[in-house]
């Protein structure tokens, strides 16, 4: 609780922690007490992001659906690993990205000034970045590895093999997609989304506070608990979504806090003031 009470700010996780959808990230309806617990941290001045590792959508589009779903959420608070792929992108001087997914995550890196390629033939690329891409193909795959060959470095949004849906669980394409990658290639995949520094240092600097600071609030101890644990913050478990019995897990890899959603993690933050 005291741990909990010292906590600057938060970064939520979205499917299975706020709300759940079907597997095209539809549908979405909020989980119990995930509007309330926005709405609780914005009037109390608590800086919040959502990030999700989904990028069906831009983060402004996810922002306006979960505002009509009465979310106070802005659209800075809203995140993806578009965003951190940016600030990583940024920083390593990459210019050119070969994206292996649809607008919601091309959109974003256009707009930080990147020049977004396609995966066909004759693309050079300085990065290739997998994210959510149901209709890959085999010719995407051979650009891909085809750019890889001619020196460009492979990122991925996500490497979990599953994320929340309503009734259950959806494989992961961003996984599957550099698996093939590296398979072919014998390169390294380097993770941008969560549960990598890099997409917690992004949601740090979104907030402008250190990532020590945060709570991190999410269903899957894969993602949220270990990113937490990497950049030293506050693990927050739901049992909502993906969420499960921490027994057996070690305890370097065990949440700070486990609540059945967050419904009861409000209630423990109304309590500890």
């Known amino acids: ?89 940024t920083r390593l001087r990459h210019r050119r990205v070969m994206v292996l997914g649809g607008p919601g995550l091309a959109v974003p890196l256009e707009e930080a000034g990147f020049a977004v390629v396609p995966p066909v033939p004759g693309a050079r690329a300085d990065a290739v970045l997998a994210g959510f891409f ?13 750019a890889v060959w001619d020196g460009a470095s492979l990122y991925s949004c996500s490497q979990a093999a599953f994320f929340a849906v309503d009734g259950g669980r959806a494989l ?9 990658i590296c398979s072919l290639t014998g390169c390294r995949v380097r993770v941008v989304g969560k549960p990598s520094l890099d997409a917690l240092r992004a949601a ?23 990113m937490a644990h990497r950049g030293r913050a506050l693990a927050i478990a739901v049992g909502t979504g993906l ?3 921490a027994d057996g897990v070690p305890a370097s890899r065990r949440p700070h806090l486990a609540v059945r959603g967050v419904d009861e993690l409000l209630e423990l933050l109304c309590r500890c003031g």
């Open 134 to 146: 149901p209709g890959f193909a085999m010719a995407s795959l051979e650009a891909a590895c085809h």
């Open 1 to 89: 609780m005291r741990d909990l009470a010292a906590a600057r700010g938060f970064v939520f996780d979205l499917d299975g922690t706020l709300v759940l959808g079907d597997r095209q990230g539809r549908g979405l309806r909020p989980l119990p007490g995930a509007v309330e617990i926005l709405s609780w941290a914005a009037s109390r001045g608590r800086p919040f992001a959502v990030f999700t590792n989904g990028t069906s959508r831009t983060p402004a589009e996810l922002a306006r659906i979960l505002r009509d779903l009465g979310f106070a959420l802005p659209d800075a608070a809203m995140m993806t690993p578009a965003v951190s792929a940016a600030r990583l992108f």
């Open 243 to 245: 969420g499960g019995s």
């Open 172 to 180: 992961g394409t961003s996984r599957a997609i550099s698996a093939m």
């Open 204 to 226: 740090a600097e979104r907030l402008g506070l250190p990532a020590a600071h945060l709570a991190v609030v999410g269903d899957d101890p894969e993602l949220e608990v270990a």
